[in-house]
């Protein structure tokens, strides 16, 4: 996982309100048995007009141009912004590998669903909740301002505005962490192995009916 | 002692460490299928790490798995790689797996329960956010992603923030033809399809008490859709009395020991809860849902919102987008919408209760001509067996239903049973969003006994006033 440190990129407006998971990433792509590869069918139903398959040539995919991704500047936008319950539906973390791998760092709303919250931290993806307000004035900002850009700095836990001005967001100490340091968790609770099996050893005592 | 949730009771007795509010949490069931796991096997496959505890995982395909005639194979070439995949991954790791041609394959939501696999007081987590349904034996349960598959597998352990509490108690008696579904979609109704996260709910109240086992499972698996990623139900008797005799369950001694633990598994009478939701379960209507999100839901004598009387300009959008996307107008009677398709199916709605009720309505009578397809999918194998010893496959096939082999099908159209575009759908399962039954498909959520009865009139009716 690569390190998220600081990111500045173009913000692309989204919005609607509970963008589901099955939306972000549809059911027929999940058939993929790899990580990679979901970024050119990321929001594929409301991205191109034909239906997509895996597999197919994109270069012959009728595109939706009423689409945010599709317009410019938003083509090269690396930071999404939507309104409430931003990934809600399935566990699949195809939706963040998806969102990853086209090229967005972070995602700004005023709630996440909570699984889908927890995966964007597995894969270096950075979930930022702001307040109503505050999502609400930086929508009109960009829709005022065509390839409204900001900075994210993780560190010290700020989005800097064009203005300079500066908002201040909240992270979990222990994903903020890992996030900067692009951790593998695995790797770290496989420190705590002999806590685990004195755990176990505990555990299977009182509970035998689960031996 | 400190009064204690059941959320708090269970999720204490797995904390293997704690370090500034994140734990390290132990878990005793791992269910796996096969479109969330391949990665997480691989991941260990990478890094040369072995599976910690073989025996805590129970596998089965059923996201991409055909219903029609399984002695053809899968026929999607992409669909039969995973299968393979997870078939090759549970005999790499040595991993207990009912294969798609074993009898007691199915929905692994289904499985788990049947198997006696989920227990009261156990943690179980599944790829797969609808998890939440084994909460309903007074365990904790929950989906998660791939990344936390494959640190399961690695470390039996999950690391997580302690969830608030929310209560949603239901008292009162429920009405004829009110099934769990209704009471699930009232109360996504009442707050909404976020309302719920961040907390652990718990359900209780004499409405809950009253449920079987699969009316539980049906509102648990439901919990996910309000938000909360874990749903539960303290253990009583009706709890006991289902997990016992399954393969997998505690026999002998060692049962007697597990239910006097189990019984335990209650929230004490003190306890406090963050939040507490009251419904008053003798008012909930039959529910059926309008939109592309399960809070737009209304009663079966209700109509579709009109955006015009919405101030707030964010949700009169998301009115008007998902009217646009359901091709429905504004102030249309529920009961006058009508039905192309028919699906009676999913982990929230395919258990052998669920087919008895929709049999019930549908005995002696036949689909309207307006209706293009019906399906019946059972839940899994052992369901499929024990609706045909009851009969009810020639009720639904006299009724003009298929009888299907059993799978997730239609309810996240994975496989072949799909939508086609602007088709509209009754369906049983637990997610209406844009294209999830099939791309441009429109799809209205509904109780078993609802769905039977659109199928006959070709429309939504009141089951309550239907005979």
Not at chain 2, 222 to 238: F, L, P, S, T
Request: charged share 25%; proline share 5%; aromatic share 8%.
């Amino acid at each position: 996982m690569n390190p998220f440190i600081t990111h500045t990129g173009i913000v692309a407006p989204l919005d609607r309100a509970n963008v589901d998971t099955d939306a972000i990433i549809p059911k027929q792509f999940l058939k993929s048995i790899k990580k990679t590869g979901f970024g050119p069918h990321l929001f594929d139903e409301w991205r191109y007009l034909d239906h997509g398959e895996p597999g197919m040539d994109l270069s012959r995919r009728k595109k939706n141009p009423e689409f945010v991704l599709n317009q410019t500047p938003y083509e090269k936008a690396s930071i999404l912004i939507a309104r409430e319950n931003f990934g809600c539906g399935s566990s699949r973390e195809h939706a963040p590998w998806a969102i990853e791998d086209y090229g967005f760092k972070a995602i700004l709303a005023p709630s996440f669903a909570d699984i889908f919250f927890n995966n964007c931290f597995k894969n270096g993806l950075l979930p930022i909740v702001l307040p109503n307000k505050t999502i609400d004035i930086l929508f009109k900002a960009i829709y005022a301002n065509k390839g409204y850009t900001v900075t994210i700095d993780l560190e010290n836990q700020f989005i800097v505005l064009p203005s300079n001005e500066k908002i201040s967001f909240q992270v979990d100490a222990f994903r903020k962490h890992c996030l900067m340091h692009g951790l593998d968790d695995i790797g770290l609770t496989m420190q705590h192995s002999e806590s685990i099996k004195a755990f176990e050893q505990d555990y299977y005592q009182k509970n035998s009916w689960l031996l | 002692m400190q009064a204690k949730t059941l959320y708090e009771k269970l999720f204490e007795s797995h904390i293997v460490r704690e370090e500034d509010g994140t734990y390290l949490i132990y878990i005793d069931r791992h269910l796996v299928h096969e479109v969330t796991s391949p990665q997480a096997f691989e991941g260990l496959r990478i890094n040369h790490r072995a599976v910690w505890r073989n025996k805590s995982i129970l596998a089965v395909p059923d996201h991409n798995v055909p219903t029609t005639d399984r002695s053809l194979g899968i026929s999607d070439p992409i669909s039969k790689i995973q299968v393979e995949t997870l078939d090759e991954n549970c005999k790499h790791f040595g991993l207990t797996q009912f294969p798609m041609n074993d009898s007691r394959q199915g929905i692994v939501h289904v499985i788990g329960p049947e198997q006696g696999s989920t227990l009261p007081g156990m943690t179980i987590v599944c790829g797969d956010s609808h998890t939440s349904t084994h909460g309903a034996f007074g365990a904790l349960a929950m989906g998660i992603g791939t990344s936390e598959v494959e640190h399961v597998l690695a470390t039996q352990c999950l690391i997580l923030k302690k969830f608030k509490t929310m209560e949603v108690r239901v008292e009162g008696k429920l009405n004829k033809g009110i099934t769990a579904k209704d009471i699930a979609l009232a109360l996504i109704g009442r707050i909404g399809t976020a309302g719920g996260t961040g907390y652990a709910i718990e359900f209780t109240g004499e409405s809950i008490r009253s449920l079987s086992m699969e009316g539980r499972m049906t509102l648990c698996n439901m919990a996910i859709e309000a938000g909360a990623r874990a749903g539960m139900v303290a253990v009583d008797d009706v709890t006991i009395s289902y997990v016992e005799n399954r393969p997998f369950s505690p026999k002998g001694e060692a049962l007697e020991k597990a239910k006097a633990y189990w019984k335990t598994l209650h929230s004490d009478k003190d306890a406090k809860f963050d939040q507490v939701v009251m419904l008053n379960g003798s008012e909930i209507p039959p529910q059926v849902t309008w939109g592309t999100s399960p809070e737009m839901v209304v009663s079966i004598e209700g109509m579709t919102p009109d955006p015009k009387k919405e101030h707030d300009p964010s949700k009169r959008k998301s009115i008007e987008d998902a009217l646009t996307y359901m091709g429905l107008e504004p102030n249309l009677p529920i009961n006058q919408i009508k039905i192309d398709k028919i699906f009676i199916g999913s982990c929230t709605n395919s258990r052998i209760e669920d087919l008895r009720e929709a049999a019930n309505v549908l005995k002696g009578k036949k689909i309207a001509h307006n209706i293009k397809l019906a399906l019946v999918v059972p839940g899994s194998g052992l369901v499929k067996l024990q609706a045909e010893k009851e009969g009810l496959d020639q009720i639904f096939i006299e009724a003009g239903f298929e009888w299907r082999e059993p799978g997730c099908s239609m309810c996240l159209a994975m496989n072949a049973d799909r939508l086609n575009p602007g088709e509209r759908c009754a369906s049983t399962s637990n997610r209406n969003f844009e294209g999830r039954q099939g791309q441009g498909g429109r799809t209205h959520l509904v109780s078993p006994s609802m769905a039977a009865a659109a199928g006959i009139h070709g429309h939504f009716v009141d089951i309550r006033s239907f005979n």
